[in-house]
């Protein structure tokens, strides 16, 4: 089983996230939180921050820790096929934008990120990180811990 280490940005601004699209291996796009791989001996905290940077150009800073995600991806379902099940984990930080300017992420994979209107979050093709990381935004568990969020219809791994 692969694993993955990873930081999310959660970031809502008078009503709107922050959302990446992000451009699949195989060509496809879906939305998903700005954020991905900490690298090796890298903090997530400081992860988290060069992530945002990366994918839409803006600058953050950490305003809490929002909880903790592990989610175990089957083989059959990964979108790289010989891989085996990979296991994400998931850090999920609350950010607030400081400054930058937004714009795609050069040479990367994120095709556009954009200031989304929270009730239209529902009716896009979206990762289902986004969804764990709305609801803990949301619901600010003491635990640092959601329920898992199905994938099927519009959610994805």
């Known amino acids: 089983m692969d694993l993955r280490l990873a930081a999310y940005a959660v970031c809502i601004e008078e009503g709107r996230a922050l959302l990446a699209r992000a451009v699949r291996p195989d060509g ?11 690298e090796h001996a890298e903090d997530p905290f400081d992860a988290v921050i060069r992530e945002v940077a990366e994918e839409t150009g803006l600058e953050a800073v950490v305003e809490r820790l929002l ?26 930080y609350e950010v607030r934008i400081t400054g930058g300017r937004l714009r795609p992420e050069p040479n990367g994979h994120t095709a556009e990120p954009a200031w ?42």
């Open 28 to 38: 496809g796009k879906t939305w998903t939180l700005p954020g991905g791989r900490v």
């Open 67 to 92: 909880g903790v995600d592990s989610r175990v991806v089957p083989a059959a379902e990964r979108r790289l096929p010989g891989r085996p099940a990979l296991q994400n984990v998931g850090i999920f």
């Open 116 to 157: 989304t209107p929270l009730p239209d979050v529902p009716g896009l093709s979206r990762s289902s990180l986004l969804d764990i990381g709305l609801a803990l935004a949301r619901t600010a568990p003491a635990t640092g811990h959601v329920a898992p969020v199905p994938v099927g219809g519009l959610i994805e791994h």
